[in-house]
């Protein structure tokens, strides 16, 4: 399995969103999951829930 995330940060509108797409051996996507924050976090903290989103 692969597990990708993608962290974006909106910083006029005060807000952060994550993605994560999980893909088997073959690439094909298993599961795909996005949530929006409405909170202001750096990056770092942003990408580590991202990662924790996934286990």
Same mark, same amino acid.
């Given at each position: 399995?692969k ?11 005060? *807000? *952060? ?39």
């Amino acid at each position: 399995f692969k597990t990708n995330y993608h962290v974006a940060v909106f910083e006029h509108a005060n *807000t *952060t969103s994550i993605g994560v797409v999980i893909h088997n051996d073959k690439g094909e996507v298993l599961t795909a999951v996005s949530k929006k924050i409405s909170m202001p976090l750096s990056v770092v903290i942003v990408e580590m829930l991202a990662a924790k989103r996934v286990v």
